[in-house]
């Protein structure tokens, strides 16, 4: 079976602080995504990868980067957390054109 | 700019109905999908469907897709309780976008 995990399921952090959110992938999948979901919203793309070292924004990159040193590996930062970034990350990773598979998510939160 | 829109966005019924929902969308896509997610639980893929197809069948469920008309329905038969949650369609061309996703509760 397919497995994405992340760092943290809960996640409190300070206004202000740098944050790292990690999502490793088993499968070998070219395809990583990170998204973040809000009320009424859905999900949203903030950055997606095809390929290690290569990095695509998405539909809302302000304030985040992201880093994919490593195929299987690919982490969310945000430099200098504020409150409006409090959300539901999500990692996903898939094959070319394929299906993704999801992480449980980081529920983060920043006062 | 690209997106999906489901209808309804939100859609109570009983035990052992069926379910319908639908995706619309503005521009061409590659690809078309449906994802469920449970409350507390992450997203689970449901079904993909590819711009030259027009039917896919995945046990109780069955999607749709119009290309003509942008648009794509996902078909829940003999509704469980189990069903209950948020589904979503994700619209696949360069990159990938989801809609708002639709509430389904099903009644006991």
């Known amino acids: 079976d397919v497995k994405v995990t992340q760092s943290s399921r809960y996640l409190v952090k300070r206004t202000g602080e740098k944050v790292f959110l990690e999502c490793v992938q088993d499968m070998d999948h070219e395809n990583m995504f990170w998204y973040r979901q809000d009320p009424g919203l859905g999900l949203r793309l903030i950055y997606f990868?095809?390929?290690?070292?290569?990095?695509e924004k998405g539909d809302i990159p302000e304030g985040y980067s992201v880093s994919r040193e490593k195929k299987e590996r690919f982490s969310l930062i945000l430099e200098s957390a504020s409150t409006n970034q409090t959300s539901m990350y999500l990692c996903?990773?898939?094959?070319?054109?394929?299906?993704?598979?999801f992480g449980p998510g980081t529920r983060l939160t920043v006062t | 700019s690209q997106q999906g829109e489901e209808d309804p966005q939100a859609l109570s019924i009983q035990e052992g109905e069926n379910a319908t929902m639908n995706c619309s969308y503005k521009?061409?896509?590659?690809?078309l999908q449906w994802y469920r997610q449970n409350s507390g639980r992450g997203l689970v893929h449901l079904i993909l469907i590819r711009s030259n197809e027009r039917e896919k069948h995945s046990g109780r469920l069955r999607v749709t897709l119009d290309t003509s008309k942008k648009s794509s329905s996902l078909l829940i038969t003999a509704s469980r309780a189990a069903d209950t949650a948020s589904y979503f369609c994700a619209l696949e061309w360069d990159k990938i976008i989801f809609g708002k996703g639709t509430r389904l509760h099903i009644l006991p």
């Open positions: 996903a990773s898939s094959s070319y054109r394929d299906e993704q598979y």
């Open positions: 521009t061409s896509i590659n690809n």
């Open positions: 990868s095809y390929d290690v070292k290569m990095k």
